[in-house]
T-cell receptor, first 114, second 115 residues
Framework: AQSVTQPDIHITVSEGASLELRCNYS??????LFWYVQSPGQGLQLLLK??????LVQGIKGFEAEFKRSQSSFNLRKPSVHWSDAAEYFC????????????FGAGTTVTVRA | NAGVMQNPRHLVRRRGQEARLRCSPM?????VYWYRQLPEEGLKFMVY????????ESGMPKERFSAEFPKEGPSILRIQQVVRGDSAAYFC?????????????FGSGTQLSVL
């Protein structure tokens, strides 16, 4: 079974600074990879996903993520954070195109300071 | 075009009572998933349903928990004889065809608190 690790529980970043959230997965083949964001009191919203092709994927809200097979990683980045980016971020993995279940990491909470 | 609707947003139950959580998927979506989020943890898959069918309930506790998605009406997650350990946020998601590469649309969740 696949698993997902988000090593950072909490990250604090200044507004305008860059942000990188780490995600490592454990799976034998190339998984289906996702990043979701959860704002307080809200459901999860998909930021971006990777299935195949270009390993650098662009998402909504100025986010991007890079798939690195050699490191089993799918880190999320944003060049310049805004106060509205304060939220909890979840990395998730699905095993195959027929796998309807996602495995989620424990999440990283991002705090943005002025 | 309303999104995934879950109600209630907050539900308080005493130990031993029943909890019923409702989820109306997005219009046109016939695949519903329930996830549970315990404090300090990520979401854990519980059950996957299509209209009138349970496809996979491998993530759901064998006792006290049940789910349904009738032909008409919302999907219901039912927890009988709740215990304190059931306190969590329960999220429902829906998709058009039930394939992992599809975008899952999540509701805002139901926060269950068991006293």
């Amino acid at each position: 079974a696949q698993s997902v690790t988000q090593p950072d529980i909490h990250i604090t970043v200044s507004e305008g600074a860059s942000l990188e959230l780490r995600c490592n997965y454990s799976y034998g083949a190339t998984p289906y990879l996702f990043w979701y964001v959860q704002s307080p009191g809200q459901g999860l919203q998909l930021l971006l996903k990777y299935f195949s092709g270009d390993t650098l994927v662009q998402g909504i809200k100025g986010f991007e993520a890079e798939f690195k097979r050699s490191q089993s990683s799918f880190n999320l980045r944003k060049p310049s954070v805004h106060w509205s980016d304060a939220a909890e971020y979840f990395c998730a993995v699905g095993a195959t195109s027929n796998d309807y279940k996602l495995s989620f990491g424990a999440g990283t909470t991002v705090t943005v300071r002025a | 075009n309303a999104g995934v609707m879950q109600n209630p947003r907050h539900l308080v139950r005493r130990r031993g009572q029943e909890a019923r959580l409702r989820c109306s998927p997005m219009k046109g979506h016939s695949h519903v998933y329930w996830y549970r989020q315990l404090p300090e943890e990520g979401l854990k898959f519980m059950v996957y349903l299509q209209k009138e069918n349970i496809i996979d309930e491998s993530g759901m506790p064998k006792e006290r928990f049940s789910a349904e998605f009738p032909k008409e009406g919302p999907s219901i997650l039912r927890i009988q004889q709740v215990v304190r350990g059931d306190s969590a946020a329960y999220f429902c998601a829906s998709s058009p065809r039930g394939r992992v590469e599809e975008k899952l649309f999540f509701g805002s969740g139901t926060q269950l608190s068991v006293l």
